[in-house]
C-alpha cells in the first residue's frame, strides 16, 4: 500500500489512521484519491519550484475528504468537520498556530472556485491537485498526460465515483443546506 510508504510515522501516519477509521477501508478508493492527490500536489510544487512542507501536505490530503464521513447532529460542512478532524489528530504533535492554520485552510478551503494562493503555497496546492485528480486529468495545472496515466496506473481510480457518489448521495439527505457552503469557503481563512 502506498500511503503506508508515504506517511510511515508521526503526524500523516496518524492521519492516514484516523482517515482508515473514519471510512472503514483500508487501501479503499478514498484512501488511493487522497495518495494521488498528495502525489500530484508534490509535482505541482516541484514542477513550480516551489517548497512546501510536505509532512503537512501528507496530512491535509490524507484527511481532506475525511469529513465526508461525519455523521449525525454535529455534522456540518464537510470541508470544516474535515478541518476539525485534522487539528484533533494533529493536536499532540505541538504544531505551532501558523502551520495549524495551513494545514486547517488547505482542506476547508480545497473546494474553493479561485485561487487560494494568499492562504499558503499548501493551500492551492490541495485544491489545485483535487480539480487533477476528480477531473482524471481534464484539468492538469500544465502536469503532463504521460505522468499522469503513469500516476492513475499506479494507484488505481477504481471505486471512486461509486464511493464519492455514495457519500454525496448521503450529505444530499442528512445536510442539504451546508452544500452551498463547501464551495464558498470563508475566503480569509480563520485561526485554527
Ligand atoms: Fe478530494
Redesign the pocket.
Known amino acids: 500500500v502506498i500511503a503506508d510508504d508515504l506517511a510511515p510515522e508521526g503526524a500523516p501516519a496518524e492521519c492516514l489512521a484516523a482517515l482508515r477509521r473514519a471510512s472503514g477501508e483500508h487501501d479503499g478508493p478514498m484512501e488511493r484519491?487522497?495518495v494521488r492527490?498528495f502525489l500530484i500536489a508534490e509535482r505541482l510544487a516541484h514542477e513550480a519550484g516551489t517548497r512546501i512542507d510536505r509532512e503537512l501536505l501528507l496530512c491535509a490530503a490524507f484527511l481532506?475528504?475525511a469529513g465526508l464521513y461525519a455523521a449525525g447532529p454535529a455534522a456540518g460542512v464537510y470541508t470544516a468537520d474535515g478541518r476539525r478532524l485534522a487539528l484533533d489528530t494533529v493536536a499532540k504533535y505541538g504544531w505551532s498556530e501558523q502551520r495549524r492554520r495551513l494545514l486547517g485552510d488547505a482542506i476547508e478551503q480545497?473546494h474553493a472556485l479561485t485561487s487560494r494562493v494568499h492562504l499558503g503555497a499548501e493551500v492551492e496546492l490541495m485544491r489545485r491537485s483535487?480539480l487533477v485528480?476528480?477531473s482524471r486529468g481534464i484539468i492538469a495545472f500544465g502536469l503532463s498526460r504521460a505522468w499522469l496515466r503513469g500516476l492513475f496506473a499506479a494507484v488505481p481510480r477504481t471505486g471512486f465515483w461509486v464511493t464519492i457518489g455514495h457519500e454525496l448521495r448521503r450529505m444530499v439527505r442528512e445536510r442539504p443546506s451546508t452544500m452551498p457552503r463547501i464551495f464558498a469557503p470563508p475566503s480569509g481563512g480563520r485561526p485554527a
Open positions: 484519491h487522497t492527490q481532506h475528504d480545497h483535487d485528480d476528480v
